[in-house]
């Protein structure tokens, strides 16, 4: 997902970012799980999953977990955060 730069309480800038994620892949190598039945396990909608997916919504760090927790993996093996220059 590429965000504007934000600035921070402290004056920082900071850049734009990326987040990739491989729910995809995790949820076909899990029986091919749908976007429904993680949405279920991690109590967040199919839609949520969807975005997330897609790379169109970054989720909490809460649901992050919930989500590397549901398929019993690390959360860097979920999701990777690429910094991109500005």
């Not at 039945?37 to 760090?61: C, F, H, M, N, W």
């Amino acid at each position: 997902m590429f965000l504007k730069s934000i600035t921070t309480a402290k004056g920082f800038k900071m850049g734009k970012s990326y987040i990739q994620n491989n729910i995809r892949r995790l949820r076909f190598n899990a029986d091919e799980m749908t976007q429904q039945e993680l949405a279920d396990k991690v109590g967040a909608t199919r839609q949520t999953i969807a975005a997330i997916e897609k790379r169109k919504y970054s989720p909490s760090l809460e649901l992050a977990f919930k989500i590397a927790q549901a398929f019993n993996t690390p959360i860097g093996d979920v999701f990777t955060y690429e910094p991109t220059a500005e």
